[in-house]
Structure formats: structure tokens, C-alpha cells
């Protein structure tokens, strides 16, 4: 009898934080990548004792062990992209920064995590100090919501003149391109800042009147990873991801007595979504860098 063939699927790794509640980090990524037809891998930076009402405990793994998982993974399954969420300290950022510039893998999507919905602190100062030098420069795309991208700019937001600024001031600080997500903006309208070095796009979307809000930021930014993995060009695949986030939060869900989170569906329509402009995938690092003629790069849509 002839063995059947191997197939070896499109894998993108997810480096965050378990939530056992199920509505976001790790979990929320794994139904995201199972949704976008990927292959999920996972290191798990730290565990959460949380429900939908509130976060009870966080426990964090070694820099050490985390280090150990990146290398197990990175070295064996080739991700075609990597999405980065929760990190907890600086000596978890170090360790991640570390292993990226080892391995080099391609499409790094930053979920710049700093604290929960409830206020609970998920990344220290010295943590987020380590991530602007350390991290960012290894980064393809970093999605902070507007507080995030006002604390990686050093500038207050107040106006859309304010978020495109911020936009080229986190760029500078290396990443090939940001996505400053507006969910967390007033008014009926979304819009999202996307600059990528050479041009800002604006993705301006009506706004989904749910409370199935948490997790959100983590399907955003996975949803950007799966896409770039399976060859999406950067636009396009935020695109398709923001249009993912609007449809999920459409379809929000309410497990248990306090927040909803997206609801992900499994069947990847085809109505809609641009045709991927193939490219095989390239390390940050080995990758050519898009010219800069200004200062700055991309934005992050949020629902």
C-alpha cells in the first residue's frame, strides 16, 4: 500500500498569554488561525486565572522556558508569520527579541499588550521601555489602539492629525509598518491609521454595536498574521482582517455572565477578500527594507 503524501500546512506562531476564560490571547488566536485555514503554534508566556467579568490571577513562565519554547518551534515548524501579544516584563521581551534575531522569522505582528480592559497591568514600564528598543526594530507591523500608540509616540491623541504623527513616530522607532487601531475613538465611525512607510491608508468602517468586545485587539493582530502567512500584500491583508474583526463582532458571543468576545467562523468565504499577491516570505531582518522618503510607516484597524 503506498503511503499517502505529507502536507505540510502554512504555520503561524502565537507568542502571548493564556486566557482561561477562552475570549482572548492564546485562545482567541488559535480560533482566529483555525478560521484563516493555518496551522496554529503557540509559546505561552504566562497563564491567566480570568472569567468574562474579571481577571482573578497572572502567572508568568521563565524567560528561560519561554526562550526554550520559541527555539523548539521556530527551529522545527518554519512559521511563515509570527504574532506577538501579551509579553509581562522586559526580561520576557528580551527573550522574545532574542530568539527573532536567531531564528529570523518572517511577518512579526506586534500586539502591543500594556494592560487589560479592567486595568490590570500586563506588561511593566521597563517592560514596555525594553519593547521600544529591543522589540519594535524586528517587527513587519504593530498594531497598538490609540492609549498604546500614545505611549509608544511619547504624544497625546486628540485629533486624526494627532494618530498619523503618532503613526511615523512609532515607525521610527523601527518597525516596517504600524496600524494604529480607532475602536477605542468616539463617535459612529472607525478608523483605522495604516502607514507603512511611504504612505498612509485610512480604513474608515461604520462601528459594530456590540458588547462582544473582549479579545478583540487579538483577532485583529492575527488575523493580520494569518493573512501576510498565506502571501497577502500588507494592505490588502489588513484589510481582510479588519473586515474579519467587523464580521466576528457581528457575531459576538456571551460564554458567561459579563463581557462577549468575536465570534469566529470556520469557513473561509471567498465574497469579498482580494486575491493574495503571492511572495515567498522573508525574514525582518532579510528582508528589504521599504525606502523611507519621510519618517514612518503603518496603522492597525480596530472594530
Same mark, same amino acid.
Given at each position: ?9 502554512? =504555520?503561524? /506562531? ?15 488566536? #488559535? ?23 474579571? $481577571? ?30 501579551? /509579553? ?15 531564528? +529570523? ?23 514596555? +521601555? ?8 524586528? =517587527? ?65 468602517? +461604520? ?5 462582544? /468586545?473582549?479579545?478583540?485587539? =487579538? ?10 502567512? #498565506?502571501?497577502?500584500? #500588507? ?6 482582517? $479588519? ?61
Amino acid at each position: 500500500m503506498r503511503a499517502r503524501g505529507r502536507t505540510r500546512p502554512v =504555520c503561524v /506562531l502565537t507568542v502571548a498569554g493564556s486566557d482561561s476564560g477562552g475570549g482572548a490571547g492564546i485562545q482567541a488566536d #488559535l480560533l482566529t488561525f483555525a478560521a484563516h485555514g493555518v496551522y496554529g503554534a503557540t509559546v505561552v508566556v504566562a497563564g491567566t486565572a480570568q472569567n468574562t467579568r474579571r $481577571i482573578v490571577a497572572v502567572e508568568t513562565f521563565s524567560p528561560r522556558f519561554v526562550t526554550q519554547q520559541l527555539d523548539a518551534v521556530l527551529s522545527d515548524l518554519a512559521p511563515a508569520a509570527v504574532k506577538i501579544g501579551m /509579553l509581562g516584563d522586559a526580561g520576557h521581551v528580551r527573550a522574545v527579541a532574542a530568539a527573532l534575531t536567531r531564528h +529570523r522569522p518572517p511577518n512579526v505582528v506586534l500586539d502591543p499588550v500594556f494592560a487589560a480592559t479592567s486595568g490590570t497591568r500586563l506588561l511593566s514600564r521597563d517592560g514596555i +521601555r525594553a519593547l521600544r528598543r529591543r522589540l519594535l526594530p524586528l =517587527c513587519d507591523v504593530v498594531t497598538p489602539n490609540l492609549e498604546e500608540a500614545a505611549e509608544l509616540a511619547g504624544i497625546a491623541i486628540r485629533s486624526e492629525s494627532d494618530r498619523a504623527e503618532a503613526a511615523r513616530r512609532i515607525a521610527d522607532l523601527g518597525p516596517r509598518a504600524v496600524l494604529i487601531t480607532g475602536g477605542h475613538g468616539p463617535g459612529d465611525r472607525v478608523r483605522d491609521f495604516l502607514w507603512d512607510g511611504r504612505r498612509l491608508r485610512v480604513f474608515d468602517h +461604520r462601528r459594530i454595536d456590540t458588547l462582544a /468586545l473582549h479579545g478583540t485587539g =487579538c483577532v485583529l493582530s492575527a488575523a493580520l498574521a494569518a493573512n501576510l502567512a #498565506l502571501g497577502f500584500a #500588507l494592505e490588502d491583508a489588513a484589510a481582510s482582517a $479588519i473586515r474579519y474583526v467587523s464580521a466576528a463582532l457581528r457575531r459576538g458571543v456571551f460564554p458567561g455572565k459579563g463581557a462577549g468576545t468575536p465570534g469566529h467562523r470556520f469557513t473561509r468565504s471567498r465574497s469579498g477578500t482580494p486575491s493574495p499577491r503571492r511572495r515567498p516570505p522573508r525574514s525582518r531582518s532579510g528582508r528589504r527594507r521599504a525606502r523611507r522618503p519621510g519618517r514612518g510607516r503603518g496603522s492597525s484597524p480596530s472594530p
